[in-house]
């Protein structure tokens, strides 16, 4: 079964960049997409965006003047990069796996905390 | 952007009863594309069940959903103790997906 694991800084400065990982292991980061979610604590869940192993990306529309997302097929894994953060940004990151488009999250990281504070 | 509202925000019920958890969509969506999410404090979300009635792995059938077009349920039929989270829907037909608020069902 595949696992799903995320990494980063667990705080950032207003106006930097967050970056995470996610690592996936029990099986190939080829022919899947992979998505980040994140959650403001104590708040609902907010879609990021999603990439395919080829590379081709969906953004939140809200997000995307900031986001880069990539993936790494031979470490299989894939990174989120997201600019200019403000306290607004602060929140749990998830990464999941979609077996393909139009279909549900079907495996999740267990979350990673990342605070925007100077 | 597809805007999804849970309703209700809070359901308190009783072990053994039903809960029945709504989502409406702003604009017409097929059931094939709508998913729902149990999470417990602390713990990420966890796939239930999408589509027409698809459970995710290891999902007992007192899980099932219902709905077309704008208005989707999620029903329980007999609420187990572990049953007790809050449940998040979420529609993945358009390129931009989203999830509604979410609906907390609590012990009575």
């Known amino acids: 079964q595949v696992q799903l694991q995320e990494s980063g800084p667990g705080l950032v400065e207003p106006s930097e960049t967050l970056s995470l990982t996610c690592n996936v292991s029990?099986?190939?980061?080829?022919?899947?997409?992979w998505s980040w979610i994140r959650q403001p604590p104590g708040k609902g869940l907010e879609w990021i965006g999603y990439i395919h192993y080829s590379g081709s990306t969906k953004y939140n529309p809200a997000l995307k003047s900031r986001l880069t997302l990539s993936v790494d097929t031979p470490k299989n894994q894939f990174s989120l990069h997201l600019s200019s953060v403000t306290a607004a940004d602060t929140a749990v990151y998830y990464c999941a796996k979609k077996v393909g488009f139009g279909e549900p999250l079907e495996y999740w990281g267990r979350g990673t905390l990342v605070t925007v504070s100077s | 952007e597809i805007v999804l509202t849970q309703s209700p925000g809070t359901l308190s019920l009783s072990p053994g009863e039903r809960a029945t958890l709504s989502c409406r969509a702003s604009?017409?969506?097929?059931?094939?594309?709508v998913g729902w999410y149990q999470q417990k404090p602390g713990q990420a979300p966890r796939l239930l069940i999408y589509?027409?009635?698809n459970r995710a792995t290891g999902i007992p059938d007192r899980f099932s959903v219902s709905g077309s077009g704008t208005d989707f349920t999620l029903t329980i039929s007999r609420l187990e103790p572990e049953d007790f989270a809050v449940y998040y829907c979420h529609q993945f037909d358009s390129s931009l997906e989203t999830f509604g608020q979410g609906t907390k069902v609590e012990i009575k």
């Open positions: 589509g027409a009635s």
């Open positions: 604009q017409s969506i097929s059931n094939s594309y």
């Open positions: 029990g099986g190939s980061i080829s022919s899947y997409y």
